[in-house]
């Protein structure tokens, strides 16, 4: 069992900056990969960004590809997301969510673990 707990959401200008955490409980947590969903109201959630157990490996979504970077510390067993060049687009509920598979996925069914979500809003 993992519990996963999202911070670092907020309100900020278009252009300006956020670095999300994801704390992990549990001794496993270099087992999983992990993963960042996003939902927009009214919008299904989608794929941001994943990067593989050992932190060797990462994949990003199209849209936000040059802009966000997910990187990993095992010893601290937490992922964050930095997120720059923020856009009035990237305004929704971020999820982490971890991968009992170990590789990067880009579909939320691979995921076992979710957090509760943290608001992130960008204004223009």
């Known amino acids: 069992q993992v519990q996963l707990v999202e911070s670092g959401g907020g309100l900020v200008q278009a252009g300006g900056s956020l670095r999300l955490s994801c704390a992990a409980s549990?001794?496993?947590?270099?087992?999983?990969?992990m993963g960042w969903f996003r939902q927009a109201p009214g919008k299904e959630r989608e794929f941001v960004a994943a990067?593989?157990?050992?932190?060797?490996?990462?994949n990003y979504a199209d849209s936000v590809k040059g802009r966000f970077t997910i990187s990993r510390d095992n010893a601290k067993n937490t992922v964050y997301l930095q997120m720059n060049s923020l856009k009035p687009e990237d305004t929704a509920v971020y999820y982490c969510?971890?991968?009992?598979?170990?590789?990067?996925?880009?579909?939320?069914?691979?995921?076992?673990?979710w957090g509760q979500g943290t608001q992130v809003t960008v204004s223009s």
């Open positions: 969510a971890a991968d009992s598979t170990r590789v990067v996925h880009a579909t939320a069914l691979f995921y076992d673990y």
């Open positions: 990067i593989r157990w050992s932190g060797a490996r990462t």
């Open positions: 549990g001794r496993t947590f270099n087992s999983y990969a």
